[in-house]
């Protein structure tokens, strides 16, 4: 599933791989040239996707598969294991209760495996159903109170939405009687460990970091956590998962006129026809930081580019190979073997290996993946409900107010951070000498973005956010490894 990374790569008839890029970097005659297309990627996703890496000839191992090297011959990479996503429709028609209790067992042994260790384990404890129903899972499957740990963040926590998080937390760890442990982080210390951050990643990378944050504080009490990753991808949560059923039901309706189709959907029928495009994959992209024109006037004119595929380009390639024929089950199926290696599981890997800490996690064991992937996406989504049989399943032993609370995430309030305490060290990072180093970027295009941004009177929407941090990470990392 790609919970650990691989690198590699050939020179002189030698194969080098490391499980970290900055061992490669070391070989006798490296060169360290950064690859144009991941770098065309890095400002599509945030992260640089398999088997790419920042560097030119340094590739990285794609999930579920095996790399074969013989002397004198081309690498051979095989896939050796994939989450079925067709639709299994015996399972889908069971019933609720059925389904429900079968999931729960699954997690419930999912649990008692990762609670095997030789040093005590610990909880991530965000106060969503993900992480609180692996610590319910574990209490009640030990004899001893079990740590959980939170992240909170000062001041700012209501103004982001962060007090829900921080209430239903608590509220677990006392229901449950956990070892509980908080840690407050405040604006300054995300510009201060920008640096260590990237350091642990060694190519650009602009996704969560909140995980290298908490997991500095569970490392001090145990060396093996339980987390909830996983889960988003499994079942169906962000804002590509929720479209897909609706974008969907929206062109069939246009071609049979059946109002059944868009009911559910009414009052949201215009900002689907805004977003809706001829191919799943072409509306999937508005989901991107830059949109192929921005990356275009953004990126140097003298920059040669033509020698590969555009993002939509290589989305629709991707998506004419996925198996399932259901919308939603085709972007979970597309995300499970993309966005969840190439960006979860890569930030939950190397932030939490920075302080020598182990993750594990619940809804990745093999046995829970392959129980919930073949299922309807009426059991994922329903009526606009995400993640609807494991909220059924939460319901056992959380309260529908906090199960069937808004969505908040894991993740720092980065947008209020950025927005009103960092434009001096935007500027300064992202400065025209700054720029100049590389020659990548078109100094006006990113000052102008800039200025956009820090010109508004109200936080801009959080993907004009993610454009300027796309930028700042990856000039400190150029700052890191290139200089």
């Known amino acids: ?14 194969l080098y791989f490391a499980s970290e890029i900055k061992s490669l970097l070391t070989i006798p005659g490296f060169q360290r040239r950064i690859n144009l297309e991941a770098l065309d ?28 090297f013989r002397q004198g011959e081309p690498v051979q990479i095989s896939r050796y294991w994939s989450p079925q996503f067709v639709e299994d429709s015996e399972r889908s028609a069971q019933s609720e209760d059925e389904l429900v209790q079968g999931l729960l067992e699954l997690l419930k042994r999912g649990v008692e495996k990762r609670l095997m260790s030789d040093v005590p384990v610990g909880f991530f404890l965000s106060g969503g159903i993900d992480s609180s129903l692996s610590t319910a899972l574990a209490a009640e499957n030990s004899s001893q109170p079990i740590k959980t740990f939170t992240l909170t963040y000062g001041e700012k926590a209501t103004t982001d939405g962060k007090e829900q998080d921080r209430k239903w937390s608590r509220w677990v760890a006392q229901k449950y009687k956990t070892e509980h442990h908080e840690e407050s982080l405040e604006v300054k210390d995300f510009p201060e460990n920008i640096i260590k951050i990237l350091s642990c990643f060694d190519e650009p990378f602009c996704g969560t970091t909140s995980t290298y944050f908490l997991s500095s504080l569970i490392a001090k009490h145990v060396k093996v956590a339980v987390s909830g990753d996983g889960a988003d991808e499994l079942f169906g949560s962000y804002l590509s998962h929720r479209l897909a059923s609706p974008i969907a039901n929206l062109k069939k309706f246009d071609e049979t006129g059946d109002l059944d189709l868009i009911r559910p959907f009414e009052k949201d029928l215009s900002y689907l026809h805004k977003i809706a495009e001829n191919t799943q ?8 930081v830059f949109s192929e024109a921005e990356k275009k006037s953004l990126l140097n004119s003298s920059l040669d580019t033509s020698g ?5 380009q ?19 199926e597309w995300e499970f073997n993309s966005f969840l290696p190439d960006q979860v599981l890569t930030y939950v890997d190397r932030l939490s290996m920075a302080h020598s800490l182990e993750v594990r996690s619940v809804f990745l064991d093999t046995d829970v993946v392959n129980y919930v992937t073949p299922l309807s996406s009426d059991h994922k989504i329903r009526n606009g409900e995400t993640k609807y049989l494991l909220k059924k399943a939460a319901l056992k032993y959380f309260p529908e107010e906090m199960v069937f609370r808004g969505k908040e995430g894991f993740v720092l309030p980065v947008n209020r951070w950025v927005y009103d305490s960092m434009e001096k060290y935007a500027r300064d990072t992202l400065s025209k000498s700054n720029l100049n180093r590389h020659g990548l970027f078109d100094g006006d295009a990113v000052s102008n973005l800039i200025d956009q941004l820090y010109k508004s ?26 200089s």
């Not at 290589?314 to 979970?332: D, G, H, M, V, Y």
């Not at 930028?471 to 990392?477: A, G, H, P, R, V």
Request: no cysteine; proline share 8%; hydrophobic share 35%.
């Open 457 to 482: 009177e109200k936080q801009p929407h959080h993907t004009e956010i993610n454009k300027l941090l796309s930028l700042i990470m990856f000039q400190e990392w150029y700052g890191l490894y290139m």
């Open 314 to 332: 290589k989305l629709k390639l991707e998506f004419a190979k996925l198996q399932s024929t259901e919308p939603l089950n085709r972007i979970l």
């Open 281 to 288: 994959p072409d509306w999937r992209k508005k989901l991107f």
């Open 41 to 68: 990627a890095y400002l599509s996703y945030k992260h640089i996707p398999h088997p790419f890496s920042i560097f030119e000839g340094v590739y990285s191992l794609p999930p579920a598969h095996k790399l074969i």
């Open 1 to 14: 599933m790609g919970k650990k990374p691989l690198y590699y790569f050939e020179q002189n008839g030698s």
């Open 308 to 312: 590969f595929k555009s993002i939509s």
